[in-house]
């Protein structure tokens, strides 16, 4: 396969004292060769693979030298895309970076398209689908959780799964083709309802197991969106400023301050929230505010969590309560605040209120009640949950969606086949199970459907 040398600034751009700029394809050491020239004058075309030299970037038109340089050159196939590789590490920052990146574009590579070394790294065959979308999840990974998800599939642990399923599933397909069309070969046992019932089952089993990690993944990925929710001047924004420990959102005596959305993430005992503080969900006459509050009332729709604050120093409003019936049916915790003040609220109205949520008592002026807030929204997020490392997380958007797709398709297979249709038919619901589970790793499909029928039964005709 013939493809153009594309080149792209690898590192974070003005950070960190040395900076890398990441060529692939055909003519990257050719390229690399135009513009490099070494102490003892070596092209890097004569250098051994996987080697790294020192020396000087010079512009061929103005002969003068750019950048003091140390250049890998590392030539296919054993590279992260299967192409030649040459990476020049030169000096961190963001003039010396771009320099390089225009000197080696204007000396014949195109500038990749974002996640085009690891597309081509799928392309050549080097990783599958899930693996490359999991480098992806990688570099963008919030927590230490998140990556070690992405790690465990780019390791290949979800595509070994999916393909385990894919080769039962496969097995009994061959097995009805083999009934079908050789039903003169004595040898092959007849596929049976209930044999294929045991197989769909078992598929169906692991599907399932793998959506039900996949909400506790996407969380882990995209954070878990948490709601401020609490009538003016309760202390919300003060809530969001402890977590977020610095002064993002303004905080006054003023009832009403907040007037929009404040978004920020943090990142709670290996939990990430997406943070939200709202205006007050209240009728309010001022335009701007109400624009404030219509947009509460939607990511209140959208939330996972609710945190609810209440002023201790107060008794409990009707607004209060109208706010515990708002999020009647979904997670929340109650958080008591201004514990530092004189304490008029009903504690135990609150608890019946709260109908055995959690609720912990805060003292934001003070610092004091934080701990056991955090404690608490990390013992709801994995509360039943299994912790362990090597569970196979499937986080990725796609990935859910065509694996809701396939456990229909199972599920479709094994109906049929308890109401007694005939199992040729039953195939077509196991086929495109097959298919869909294809789609994750990328696979092509019918084509290879065939070939690998052939393939297990050597049949020789
Ligand atoms: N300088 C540098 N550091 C880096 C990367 C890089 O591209 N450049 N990586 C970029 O993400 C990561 C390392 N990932 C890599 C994954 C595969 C191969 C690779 O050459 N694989 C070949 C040969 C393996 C072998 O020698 O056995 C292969 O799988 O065929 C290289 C890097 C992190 N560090
Ligand atoms: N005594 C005391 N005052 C607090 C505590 N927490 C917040 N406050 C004060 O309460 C006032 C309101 O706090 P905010 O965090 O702005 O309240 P809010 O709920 O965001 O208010 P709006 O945005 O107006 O709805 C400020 O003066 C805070 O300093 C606390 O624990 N104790
Ligand atoms: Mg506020």
């Known amino acids: 396969m013939e493809t153009d040398t594309i080149a792209a600034i690898s590192t974070p751009m003005g950070e960190g004292a040395i900076a890398i700029v990441r060529l692939s394809g055909d003519e990257a050491v050719q390229i690399a060769d135009k513009i490099f020239k070494s ?29 003091e340089v140390m250049v890998s050159v590392m030539r296919a196939p054993k590279t992260f895309t299967r192409e030649d590789v040459v990476e020049i590490n030169c000096h961190g920052g963001i003039v010396s970076v771009n320099r390089v990146l225009n000197l080696v574009l204007r000396n014949g590579a195109r500038l990749a398209e974002p996640g085009e070394f690891t597309k081509r790294a799928f392309l050549n065959g080097r990783i599958d689908l899930s693996q490359a979308e999991a480098v992806m999840d990688l570099i963008r990974a919030k927590t230490d959780r998140a990556m070690n998800i992405a790690l465990n599939q780019m390791e290949g642990k979800l595509s070994k799964l999916i393909k385990e399923l894919r080769q039962a599933l496969i097995e009994t397909l061959a097995h009805v083709e083999v009934n079908i069309d050789y039903p003169e070969y004595d040898d092959v046992e007849e596929m049976t309802v209930p044999m294929l019932l045991e197989k769909c089952t078992w598929v169906r089993d692991e599907i399932k197991k793998l959506l039900q990690t996949s909400s506790q993944g996407k969380i882990l990925r995209e954070g878990l969106s948490t709601v401020i929710l609490g009538r003016p001047n309760v202390g919300k924004s003060s809530l969001l400023n402890t977590l977020v420990q610095e002064n993002k959102a303004i905080v006054t005596d003023i009832a009403g301050t907040t007037r929009d959305i404040i978004e920020e993430y943090v990142n709670i005992r290996g939990v990430p929230l997406r943070l939200v503080d709202t205006a007050g969900i209240r009728e309010t006459e001022d335009i701007v505010e109400r624009i404030g509050v219509e947009r509460s009332r939607q990511v209140l729709k959208e939330a996972d969590l609710i945190l609810l604050v209440l002023n201790g120093a107060e008794p409990l409003t ?144």
Not at 324 to 347: A, C, G, Y
Request: charged share 30%; aromatic share 6%.
């Open 39 to 67: 102490p003892n004058n070596k092209k890097l075309q004569d250098q051994p693979t996987h080697t790294i030299h020192y020396g000087h970037l010079i512009d061929p038109k103005t002969e003068k030298a750019v950048e």
């Open 318 to 461: 009707e607004e209060d309560e109208r706010l515990f019936e708002t999020i009647r049916n979904m997670n929340f915790i109650v958080v008591v605040n201004k514990t530092d003040l004189p304490q008029r609220i009903d504690l135990e109205k609150v608890k019946a209120l709260a109908n055995g949520r959690r609720m912990v008592t805060t003292s934001l002026l003070k610092e004091e009640g934080v701990e056991e807030l955090e404690e608490a929204i990390a013992e709801l997020f994995f509360e039943g949950q299994i912790e362990s490392d090597d569970l196979t997380y499937v986080s990725n958007a796609r990935h859910i969606s065509v694996l809701q797709k396939a456990l229909d398709a199972i599920e479709d297979a094994i109906q049929s086949a308890e109401a007694g249709v005939p199992v040729d038919i039953v195939q077509i619901d196991v086929t495109r199970t097959w298919e869909l589970l294809g789609e994750i790793i990328g696979d092509t499909v019918h084509e290879s459907l065939i070939d690998q029928l052939f393939s297990q039964f050597c049949l020789g005709k």
